[in-house]
């Protein structure tokens, strides 16, 4: 790919402006024809915004978007539909119960009087697979396909609408090295044919592997763009994080280092999920678990707390070996500050209070009975313990704002005798105010002596609040950060699969 | 190994659960297969079966229709009402019969797919004004009191009747309809969208297809077939009163259920419900002959519904779990 083709798609200046914020600023983003254009970015860097406008899903505020040369304007999936955009998305977009030809043309059959032509419809979209050879029939009903499968029908939809940019969201995340091998050759054939590919992905290698070029965006603004042969994996990193000195995090380095083991977790495996996962919390310590969405991380903390099954393995509480089960593991002093707040985390209909006692009946109702005086006095610990506001413990917690709906979360189990608390993702979706408040509680926990497991996916979190960290990519640990130092590059080219000195193939 | 569909297994099971059913009938005792046995339950399996083509169309879509029946007493009563109390010609009034009926569907469509009130709650409600209607224009004796009206007339009571060899009309209007349904759902647009819309809503609104369009054919059908099912029962009852058709809704929902129709919706077909209708109307009749309390009947029934309930909710996530752990054990072996 050395001679340069033609530009198809081109975003000039574009601008998005959310509630005062730039979420982008003046973005400049161009596709050449048949060309595997990667789109790079930290969380939040303004990669799903742009690809959002690009769908139509969003309006932009300023900036021209050219197809072909021309001036579009996109308003809606249809004008990005007929302007030859496609996206396949993560959340596959195919219906289950219809076969793969009834889905290709769905809203589009072949047809007379409303009757369908079958066989026309499955001879077009058999044709249609044979001239790409991939695995699966026309004929197949979707649901039982496999997910690498379901994509292919995916990419099959957008090719049968002529597209001509098709966008691909993070499309390995959930398929297997094998099934990714077969994607990366059907993007080949697509390049081959034409077809420009806008690919996002976390996995740095894969990235650098299959892209002509890379278009990086940090803080909603262009980083830079770098084409294939000038690729060098660290300075992409650097640019993807935009520091250029390396922070450190010896300054939280444990100082009792020497504690006991509160919790440990011995060659912990369930299948499909999470493989041969060792480690141990001390008491007093924050240990992190980080690394991309879908490598186990979440998983491995949901078995521990008893929410979830594990295959083999063992958990150790205080030196003993437990077999969790939630309320086992209440009983035993766990907490859990589950991923989802919304849906996992708290009941929105009821009070800080109701919200807060429903972890300490326990104590509260030795009887069966309640008494409110009881009920409104551990409502208020919690309201004080977590600097919650409005500190009205009557209020209900969905009329909360997400950092104050949070913190009635910690409140349920801050309130109990804390031996291990388990933390997942506690600050996405919440102010950066709010965010340091939920810091100082977490260490504030540490410094009493709980052991603290949590998983977050943001690295300048995971930085600020370790004292230890592991990685995790694909259910398996592969990297610990114990010496109290590490840096965002490290972390970042770790969870992408970059270990120690391996470089790109 | 391709796993199996849940669409295939459920067909297996009902069939199974319909011959087993028959053998054990047919060996116990010595009229069940007697030819006019046959067309008796055909007769009776009807009735259910037509009311049951549109509920299963509703289901399909991921709702469900509990007014059919009380719709069907609803047209019986409005038919009985204008011949009693009007001097209108037969045409007349079924040509308002005919647009009670779509109307009927019209209202369910409506409160469904405009309004967005959930399926089951919005038919239950409907059911209930369509009742309340039925008793308004049930036809009253000169002290005010409900009574149930005689259909002299002879074009009706002639569509009570049966061909020489003993079929009757309203088994084989119940075939027909089945077949155009079955048509409509397998070689249509109509039919594709139906199944996309309850298969994944918000899938198939991406591919352009009217949530509201889709809504208002199934429930317009199902109108329609209340129509139909109320004239042939008109022919079958020669007579009229509140309590007609009440008692259809459930068993055709049953009989939808047991067929492979599933409430999340995207699965179920005609010939499924065809066999689910069956299998309601052997199981009644069969347990007539055996002195089974209707007690009995009703349990029996209960049970299966249950278990096949039970089926579909576990089904497609035991499998996925399974293929899953699957796929890990295979990694482990590749050694990644």
């Not at chain 1, 919690?382 to 009635?408: I, M, Y």
Request: proline content about 2%.
């Amino acid at each position: 790919m050395s001679e340069k083709r033609e530009v198809l798609f081109e975003m000039k200046n574009i601008e998005k402006i959310f509630s005062h914020v730039h979420a982008l600023d003046h973005v400049n983003f161009d596709v050449r024809k048949g060309e595997v254009h990667a789109l790079l970015g930290e969380n939040g860097a303004g990669k799903s915004t742009l690809i959002k406008i690009l769908t139509g899903v969003y309006k932009k505020d300023g900036g021209q978007i050219f197809m072909d040369g021309k001036e579009i304007e996109i308003n809606s999936r249809e004008d990005a539909a007929n302007a030859g955009i496609a996206v396949i998305f993560q959340e596959l977009s195919l219906i289950p119960t219809l076969s793969v030809y009834q889905n290709i043309l769905l809203g589009k059959e072949i047809s007379k009087f409303g009757f369908i032509s079958d066989r026309a419809e499955k001879k077009q979209i058999q044709d249609l697979i044979d001239n790409y050879g991939f695995p699966v029939k026309a004929t197949d009903i979707v649901e039982t396909l496999s997910v690498a499968q379901k994509q292919m029908v995916e990419i099959l939809k957008a090719l049968a609408t002529d597209a001509k940019l098709i966008i691909m969201d993070e499309p390995t995340a959930s398929l297997s090295s094998r099934e990714s091998e077969l994607l990366f050759k059907i993007i080949n054939q697509l390049r081959e044919k034409e077809v420009s590919i806008i690919y996002i992905s976390h996995r740095l290698e894969e990235v650098f592997n299959l892209s002509d070029r890379i278009t990086i965006l940090r803080d909603g603004k262009n980083a830079g763009v770098i084409e294939k042969e000038d690729i060098v994996p660290s300075e992409v990193v650097k640019m993807m994080i935009g520091k250029e000195v390396s922070e450190s995090t010896a300054s939280r380095e444990l100082k009792t280092s020497n504690a006991e083991n509160v919790l440990e977790v011995k060659n912990l495996t369930h299948l499909g999920y999470f493989n041969d996962v060792s480690f141990e919390v001390k008491k007093g310590e924050v240990l992190v678990l980080t690394g991309l969405v879908g490598s186990g991380r979440t998983e491995v903390v949901r078995s521990i707390y008893g929410a979830d099954p594990y295959d083999s393995g063992e958990i150790l509480f205080e030196g003993k070996p437990i077999k969790p089960t939630v309320r086992r593991s209440v009983a035993n002093g766990f907490g859990l500050i589950p991923e989802d707040r919304r849906t996992q985390g708290f009941s929105p209909l009821l009070s800080v209070t109701k919200n807060v006692a429903l972890t300490n009946y326990d104590k509260l109702a030795k009887s069966g009975f309640v008494k409110k005086a009881d009920e409104d006095e551990i409502g208020k610990k919690a309201v004080s313990l977590t600097d919650l506001r409005p500190a009205n413990p009557n209020v209900r917690v969905g009329d909360l704002s997400g950092g104050n709906q949070q913190k009635a979360v910690l409140g349920k189990w801050l309130t109990r005798d804390l031996k291990v608390i388990l933390i997942d993702e506690p600050t996405v979706g919440i102010d950066i105010g709010a965010k340091d408040e939920i810091y100082n509680i977490i260490e504030g926990l540490a410094q009493q002596g709980v052991a603290v497991l949590m998983v977050s996916s943001d690295i300048a979190e995971v930085l600020h609040v370790a004292h230890r960290i592991l990685v995790m990519r694909e259910g398996r640990i592969i990297k610990e950060f114990n010496d109290g130092v590490a840096t965002q590059e490290d972390i970042l080219l770790a969870s992408s699969g970059f270990v120690e000195n391996q470089e790109v193939a | 190994m391709k796993q199996m569909r849940q669409e295939t297994i459920r067909r297996i099971i009902s069939l199974v659960l319909l011959v087993v059913l028959t053998i054990i009938f047919t060996l116990t005792t010595d009229t069940f297969l007697s030819w006019d046995n046959i067309t008796s339950m055909l007769r009776e399996a009807a009735f259910i079966g037509i009311i049951a083509i549109g509920i299963t169309l509703c289901i399909i879509t991921g709702g469900n229709n509990l007014s059919g029946g009380l719709a069907l007493g609803m047209v019986c009563m409005v038919f009985a009402h204008l011949y009693h109390y009007t001097s209108m010609s037969l045409l007349g009034i079924v040509l308002v019969c005919l647009a009670a009926g779509l109307i009927s569907g019209v209202f369910n469509g409506f409160v469904v797919s405009v309004l967005q009130i959930n399926d089951f709650i919005a038919t239950l409600s409907t059911g209930m004004i369509f009742q309340g209607i039925t008793y308004i224009l049930a036809v009253r004796n000169q002290y005010g009191s409900i009574t149930s009206e005689m259909i002299k007339n002879p074009t009706i009571q002639s569509l009570g009747g049966k061909f020489s060899n003993g079929i009757y009309y309203v088994t084989i209007a119940w075939l027909i309809m089945t077949l155009i349904a079955q048509i409509l759902l397998k070689k249509t647009k109509i039919g594709t969208y139906i199944y996309a819309m309850g298969s994944k809503r918000t899938s198939a609104e991406y591919s352009g297809i009217s949530f509201i369009k889709i809504k208002m054919t199934v429930f317009i059908i199902a109108g329609f077939c209340s129509f139909v099912g109320a004239m042939f029962m008109l022919g079958r009852m020669g007579t009229c009163d509140v309590e007609t058709g009440a008692a259809l809704s459930l068993q055709a929902v049953s009989a939808s259920v047991i067929g492979g129709a599933v409430f999340s919706g995207g699965r179920g077909d005609m010939i499924g419900t065809l066999i689910g209708v069956l299998f309601m109307q052997v199981l009644r009749n069969g347990v007539l002959k055996f002195n089974m309390t209707t007690a009995q009947q009703a349990i029996i029934s209960g049970i299966i519904i249950v278990l096949m309930l039970v089926f579909d909710a576990y089904y497609n996530e035991f499998m996925q779990k399974r293929a899953t752990r699957a796929a890990a054990i295979a990694r482990e072996k590749e050694g990644r």
